[in-house]
Structures are given as structure tokens and as C-alpha cells.
């Protein structure tokens, strides 16, 4: 399955698309309370990473895109996962239907620019592939390295949204932008 979808190389990264055999390595990078800190906090199952894995799948083999499982140049070892995949969120605002940014680092990889590296490559990679196009993400105003991130990729701010467990910051770059904050 994943002979025809892009591998793409960083001078320290390596990104592709999940496999089954990425399962472990993911829920291994989950696991850290911290990384999940701004995404809800949640504890996580097998399961939980089962269902991501499959989504992102599902993502590929849809639309063509999705995240990419991120490795250190010749690792096996994931260290994150990163991309752009089809989402429905389910609360309008320009979430639903739509390509989103998506991105999480294991926490003995942060501040070293390797999620900005990453997420500059997924986001070169879709460009390239699908054209121009809106890219929508979603943020916990709290996380502000991830808003960082966002801003330095050129994603801008266009709402909010009250989720069950608080606010996020809505963001959104490239064409056809949302007009209405309540979309």
C-alpha cells in the first residue's frame, strides 16, 4: 500500500506514511503525559492509537494525503507524527471536510526544530501535490512552541472554539480562507 505514497527526507528527518507496523512506536510516543498535555490529556489505550493509525490511513488512501510517522534520519524509531489529513471535526468553523495541519513530538525531541523541520516538509510535500489550497489547524491557546510553529509556517489566527475540555485557537493558511468566524 504505502509504495506509491511519498517518503520525504529532511537533512536530520525521515517522514512516510503510517504502516500497521508503526503502532507500537506511536502509542510508545503518546504514552508521555506531557506530549499529550494541550491535546486533551487523555490517557491512552492501544486502541486509541489503533483508531489514529487507521484514520490516518483512511486519510492516504481517500484523499491522498495524511500525516507522516517522523523518524531521526536512518532510525526505525518514531518520534512523532506530522502532516496534513482530511478532517471532520464535527463543530463547523471551518474544521469540517477540510485538509488539517496536524503535528506531536516525543518530548525528549522538543526545542530542537525537528516538529518546524518536519512540518515545513509535510507542508512543502502538500503543496506540491494538491496545489494551493486552505489548510486549517487547531491549537490550545496554551501551547504557545505550537503556535509558534503554526505562525512560522504561515498559518493565522481566524476564531475559536469552546471543546469539552476548553478553548482552542482556530488557524488557517492558504487559499480560500474562512470569512465568518461562525462558519
Known amino acids: 500500500m504505502t509504495a506509491n505514497l511519498p517518503h520525504l527526507a529532511t537533512l536530520r528527518l525521515d517522514l512516510r506514511p503510517p504502516v500497521a507496523g508503526d503502532l507500537e512506536g506511536l502509542?510508545?510516543?503518546?504514552?508521555?503525559?506531557?506530549?499529550?498535555?494541550?491535546?486533551?490529556n487523555r490517557p491512552v489505550t492501544l486502541a486509541?492509537?489503533?483508531?489514529r493509525v487507521?484514520?490516518?490511513?483512511?486519510?492516504?488512501a481517500l484523499y491522498?494525503?495524511?500525516?507522516?510517522?517522523?523518524?531521526?534520519?536512518g532510525s526505525a524509531a518514531i518520534i512523532g507524527?506530522?502532516?496534513?489529513?482530511?478532517?471532520?471535526?464535527?463543530?463547523?468553523?471551518?474544521?469540517?471536510?477540510?485538509?488539517?495541519?496536524?503535528?506531536?513530538?516525543?518530548?525528549?525531541?522538543?526545542?530542537?526544530g525537528l516538529a518546524s523541520e518536519a512540518v515545513g516538509a509535510a507542508l512543502a510535500w502538500f503543496?506540491?501535490?494538491?496545489?494551493?489550497?486552505?489548510?486549517?489547524?487547531?491549537?490550545?491557546?496554551?501551547?504557545?512552541a505550537s503556535l509558534a510553529l503554526a505562525a512560522?509556517?504561515?498559518?493565522?489566527?481566524?476564531?475559536?472554539?469552546?471543546?469539552?475540555?476548553?478553548p482552542v485557537v482556530l488557524l488557517e493558511r492558504g487559499a480560500a480562507k474562512v470569512s465568518a468566524p461562525g462558519d
Not at 486509541?48 to 483508531?51: L, M, Q, T
Not at 495524511?66 to 534520519?73: C, D, K, Y
Not at 494551493?132 to 501551547?143: E, K, L, V
Open 48 to 51: 486509541d492509537e489503533f483508531a
Open 81 to 112: 507524527v506530522c502532516g496534513v489529513f482530511h478532517s471532520w471535526r464535527g463543530f463547523g468553523r471551518g474544521l469540517d471536510d477540510t485538509p488539517e495541519a496536524g503535528w506531536i513530538l516525543a518530548r525528549p525531541e522538543w526545542g530542537k
Open 127 to 144: 503543496d506540491g501535490a494538491h496545489g494551493p489550497r486552505r489548510i486549517a489547524c487547531m491549537i490550545d491557546p496554551g501551547n504557545t
Open 27 to 40: 502509542a510508545a510516543v503518546m504514552a508521555d503525559d506531557e506530549v499529550r498535555h494541550f491535546l486533551g
Open 152 to 166: 512560522r509556517h504561515n498559518f493565522v489566527r481566524y476564531g475559536e472554539h469552546e471543546l469539552d475540555d476548553g
Open 64 to 73: 491522498g494525503y495524511g500525516t507522516f510517522m517522523i523518524r531521526h534520519a
Open 54 to 60: 487507521m484514520r490516518n490511513a483512511g486519510s492516504w
